[in-house]
C-alpha cells in the first residue's frame, strides 16, 4: 500500500485540491469551518461546494455568529447545494448544539461529532484528521470505491470499508488517505468508464466490478 499511495501522491498533484483542504488550509485548518464546508460538500459538486462556503463564510464563520443569520439568509448563500433548505436547519442546529453544549467549541472526538445535526462519519473523520490532526480514516464514495476496485477491501458500504481500512491500513497512512484517494477518484478511478489507461496503479489494482474503462 505504501508504494501505491506513494505513486497516487505523485499523480494528484496535476489536479485541483478538494475543496475541504482547501478551506481547510485557507482557516488555518479551523474545526468549524472544514465541518461547515464538508457538510455542504455532500451532493455537492466542489466548485459549488468552494463557492458556497466562500458567500457563507463571508457572512459568519463562528457558531455565534452563525446562528444569528436567518435561515433564509443561509439558504442564499449556500444556493445550489444539494439538500440546501435541509442543510440550512442542519448549520443552525449544529451551532446551537456547539454553544449550548460544547461552548461554541467543534468537539474532535468522532463520537461525540456524529450527535450533530447531518455529520455522519465521513464528515466527522474528515473533522478530527484535518481539522485536529488526529487518527482517523475519512471514508467517502470515492474512497469506498477505489479500495474495492483495487481488491484491498471487499465491502459493501463506506461504513463497511472505514471499519475494514482500521484493521488493515498502516497507520501512518489514515490521516492523509482521503486526500490522496478523492482527486484520484474524481478525475481518474471515476465511477463509470475510469481511466484504467493512465493509470499508474496497474500492478496493484485487481480491476473488481470494472465492465469498461478508457
Request: charged share 25%.
Amino acid at each position: 500500500m505504501t508504494a501505491a499511495l506513494r505513486i497516487v501522491k505523485r499523480e494528484i498533484r496535476q489536479w485541483e485540491e478538494p475543496v475541504v483542504g482547501v478551506v481547510a488550509r485557507e482557516s488555518n485548518r479551523d474545526p468549524f469551518r472544514i465541518l461547515i464546508s464538508c457538510l455542504l460538500s455532500l451532493r455537492t459538486k466542489d466548485k459549488t461546494t468552494s463557492e458556497a462556503s466562500a458567500r457563507l463564510f463571508a457572512l459568519a464563520y463562528q457558531p455565534a455568529t452563525m446562528l444569528t443569520l436567518p435561515l433564509r439568509k443561509i439558504e442564499r448563500a449556500i444556493y445550489p447545494v444539494g439538500f440546501y433548505r435541509t442543510k440550512s436547519k442542519s448549520i443552525h442546529a449544529i451551532c446551537r448544539r456547539l454553544l449550548d453544549v460544547y461552548g461554541g467549541t467543534v468537539p474532535d472526538s468522532i463520537e461525540e461529532l456524529v450527535t450533530l445535526s447531518g455529520v455522519g462519519r465521513k464528515t466527522a473523520n474528515l473533522v478530527v484528521t484535518v481539522g485536529y490532526g488526529q487518527p482517523g480514516i475519512c471514508v467517502d464514495i470515492h474512497v469506498h470505491r477505489i479500495c474495492n476496485r483495487w481488491g484491498y477491501v471487499r465491502t459493501k458500504t463506506p461504513e463497511e470499508t472505514e471499519q475494514a481500512l482500521r484493521r488493515k491500513l498502516p497507520a501512518q497512512h489514515w490521516i492523509t488517505f482521503n486526500d490522496l484517494l478523492v482527486p484520484y477518484g474524481q478525475n481518474l478511478c471515476q465511477p463509470v468508464s475510469p481511466f484504467c489507461s493512465q493509470c499508474k496503479l496497474t500492478e496493484y489494482c485487481d480491476r473488481v466490478g470494472i465492465k469498461k474503462s478508457r
